[in-house]
Nanobody
Framework: QVQLVESGGGLVQAGGSLRLSCAASGRTFTTYGLAWFRQAPGKDREFVAG????????LNTESVKGRFTISRDNAKNTVYLQMNSLIPEDTAVYYCAARSPVSSVSVYRDAPAYTYWGQGTQVTVSS
């Protein structure tokens, strides 16, 4: 079992940047595939970015390509989401999620594929 704690959210102007962090407990971090999802008011939770267990493969949803980057530091048990060129449509609660077991290169886009979830961190982008 793993516990996930997100941080780094906040209020930022359009065009600005934020870096979200998600720290995981436990000693088996390298066995987990990881992802970031977000949920805006009145909308379904949506996949933002995912990263494989090895860190060698990443996927982004189309709307954040070229602006968001997911990465992981297995030595620190942490996954990051660097968000640049933020726009008001990025406003949402951002959640990190983990799944195990998973192959070394798999990345899943569907929320039900993930077993563990953090509590979420609010990101608000003002125009």
């Amino acid at each position: 079992q793993v516990q996930l704690v997100e941080s780094g959210g906040g209020l930022v102007q359009a065009g600005g940047s934020l870096r979200l962090s998600c720290a995981a407990s436990g000693r088996t971090f390298t066995t987990y595939g990881l992802a970031w999802f977000r949920q805006a008011p009145g909308k379904d939770r949506e996949f933002v970015a995912g990263i494989s267990r090895s860190g060698g493969r990443t996927l982004n949803t189309e709307s954040v390509k070229g602006r968001f980057t997911i990465s992981r530091d297995n030595a620190k048990n942490t996954v990051y989401l660097q968000m640049n060129s933020l726009i008001p449509e990025d406003t949402a609660v951002y959640y990190c999620a983990a799944r195990s077991p998973v192959s070394s290169v798999s990345v899943y886009r569907d929320a039900p594929a993930y077993t563990y979830w953090g509590q979420g961190t609010q990101v608000t982008v003002s125009s």
